[in-house]
T-cell receptor, first 110, second 112 residues
Framework: TQLLEQSPQFLSIQEGENLTVYCNSS?????LQWYRQEPGEGPVLLVT?????EVKKLKRLTFQFGDARKDSSLHITAAQTGDTGLYLC??????????FGTGTRLQVTL | KAGVTQTPRYLIKTRGQQVTLSCSPI?????VSWYQQTPGQGLQFLFE???????NKGNFPGRFSGRQFSNSRSEMNVSTLELGDSALYLC???????????FGPGTRLTVT
């Protein structure tokens, strides 16, 4: 069974601070996706990383896929209240099935 | 392009009843996956359908079943509801199996 552990589980920071969320596994994934979910809604895809060592930037968000394709990180620079939500990583592995991480709940306050 | 739609958005049922949830994927998407989301267990995979065939299945009891129609619309059914089935049920569509998922808003099921 492929498992994805995210850390931290909860994060409460003030606007303007930087943060990093980690997504770790002992399994290798062919690609890894990051989603953000707001209360009462379904997750929304932010980015997909495919190549080991790949770095993608989406405005203030930086995503990195580990060299061995077993882990990933999400770094947010100068967080804003609009970044509040549940962040989920998801790995595509064997049998083309997506495995979702345990989630990181981020709260950004003024 | 219209997004994934799910109906109903909210549902209240009693133990022992059964329920059917519906999902219409993004036009052109042939893969539909279903997930159960609870505070304690997170997002758990139920099953995936591609071109009317079940391609993958998660570790849920046989009370959970699904199907996909020729127009890619999908339904999931839960029979003999239990209190623990209370959850947000999410449907996601994808152009191909295991690729980027586009989620609907979910159906919030409460079992009393």
């Amino acid at each position: 069974t492929q498992l994805l552990e995210q850390s931290p589980q909860f994060l409460s920071i003030q606007e303007g601070e930087n943060l990093t969320v980690y997504c770790n596994s002992s399994s290798v994934f062919s690609s890894l996706q990051w989603y953000r979910q707001e209360p009462g809604e379904g997750p929304v895809l932010l980015v997909t990383v495919v190549t080991g060592g790949e770095v993608k930037k989406l405005k203030r968000l930086t995503f990195q896929f580990g060299d061995a394709r077993k882990d990933s990180s999400l770094h947010i620079t100068a967080a804003q209240t609009g970044d509040t939500g549940l962040y989920l990583c998801a790995g595509a592995g064997t049998a083309s099935k997506l495995t979702f991480g345990t989630g990181t709940r981020l709260q950004v306050t003024l | 392009k219209a997004g994934v739609t799910q109906t109903p958005r909210y549902l209240i049922k009693t133990r022992g009843q059964q329920v059917t949830l519906s999902c219409s994927p993004i036009s052109g998407h042939r893969s539909v996956s279903w997930y159960q989301q609870t505070p304690g267990q997170g997002l758990q995979f139920l099953f995936e359908y591609f071109s009317e065939t079940q391609r993958n299945k998660g570790n849920f009891p046989g009370r959970f079943s699904g199907r996909q129609f020729s127009n890619s619309r999908s339904e999931m059914n839960v029979s003999t509801l239990e209190l623990g089935d209370s959850a947000l049920y999410l449907c996601a569509s994808s152009s191909w199996t295991g690729y980027e998922q586009y989620f609907g808003p979910g159906t919030r099921l409460t079992v009393t």
